[in-house]
């Protein structure tokens, strides 16, 4: 169990709509990285939030966001869904600013969009 | 921009062989980590490797960190079905992204 808690695990819905992913970090982590992950693709870099604040950016469309809150949970949502945004979507926290790259990942929320 | 590249991309051997795997970049690594996916889960951490010629081992596990820092190997000794998984690579960018490779997925016959 690495402590991060992700929910939900399994989502399906349609075309079109709109979802939203959660997140809780370890204890004491304050930094929060969403990363999708397909077969073709691997797993890509979407956004990292440190202590509430965007960090850095990565292949992220314009209709996903995210969001740190200040009890450090974070939110992804994700909007008008197409087939292409079927995957795994992982969420992993770390406690140190200097990104040493040592990440605490959860089980992942998979997503099918029919 | 920076790649990290992970061979084989595929790998299936019988129980007791012995294995390496692969992680290589175009630019300099300041510093590389290792983890292992299994169905239906997150990645998880195995090591960190930061000095150039580092060598790390984690039981059955030897992790090595090329001299230049550009290139970082795994080699399982007699490996156990229990290995099975992928094995991802990551770097962290200028920009603090951190990057992971696509991966090598093993496959341990018993």
């Known amino acids: 169990d690495s402590g991060v808690t992700q929910t939900p695990k399994h989502l399906i819905t349609a075309t079109g709509q709109r979802v939203t992913l959660r997140c809780s970090p370890r204890s004491g982590d304050l930094s929060v990285y969403w990363y999708q992950q397909s077969l073709d693709q691997g797993l890509q870099f979407l956004i990292q939030?440190?202590?509430?604040?965007?960090?850095a950016k990565g292949n992220i469309l314009e209709r996903f966001s995210a969001q740190q809150f200040p009890d450090l949970h974070s939110e992804l949502n994700l909007s008008s869904l197409e087939l292409g945004d079927s995957a795994l979507y992982f969420c992993?926290?770390?406690?140190?600013?200097?990104?040493?790259?040592?990440?605490?990942f959860g089980e992942g929320s998979r997503l099918t969009v029919l | 921009t920076q790649l990290l590249e992970q061979s084989p991309q595929f790998l299936s051997i019988q129980e007791g062989e012995n294995l390496t795997v692969y992680c290589n970049s175009s630019?300099?690594?300041?510093?590389l980590q290792w983890y292992r996916q299994e169905p239906g889960e997150g990645p998880v951490l195995l090591v960190t490797?930061?000095?150039?010629?580092e060598v790390k081992k984690l039981k059955r596990l030897t992790f090595q960190f090329g001299d230049a820092r550009k290139d970082s190997s795994l080699h399982i000794t007699a490996a156990q079905t229990g290995d099975t998984g992928l094995y991802l690579c990551?770097?962290?960018?200028?920009?603090?992204?951190?990057?992971f490779g696509k991966g090598t997925r093993l496959h341990i016959l018993p």
């Open positions: 939030y440190y202590n509430g604040e965007e960090r």
């Open positions: 992993a926290s770390s406690v140190d600013i200097t990104n040493t790259g040592e990440l605490f």
């Open positions: 990551a770097e962290t960018h200028r920009d603090d992204k951190i990057i």
């Open positions: 630019s300099v690594f300041s510093s």
């Open positions: 490797v930061v000095t150039g010629g």
